[in-house]
């Protein structure tokens, strides 16, 4: 019999970030999004709301080495 998860935890597609408008701003990660399963569309998580001007802008995810080995 094979036991298999549908509500697993996956790794997000793309990491959000805010970038405020300032000269050598830090990004900060503010959420992830995740592919929906047709492929037309994202859902995004955001942990944090930007209260000053600057952009979102949306990196691809890549796994941390201590990550991929879990």
Not at 10 to 18: D, M, N, R, V
Not at 39 to 60: A, W, Y
């Amino acid at each position: 019999m094979t036991n298999t998860n549908s509500t697993a935890k996956k790794s997000p597609a793309y990491i959000a970030y805010f970038i405020p408008e300032r000269e050598r701003a830090a990004w900060t990660r503010i959420g992830a999004a995740w592919p929906h399963a047709d492929g037309k569309g994202f859902n995004i998580d955001l942990e944090m709301i930007p209260v000053c001007s600057g952009r979102i802008t949306l990196r691809q995810y890549e796994a941390k080495a201590e990550e991929a080995g879990a």
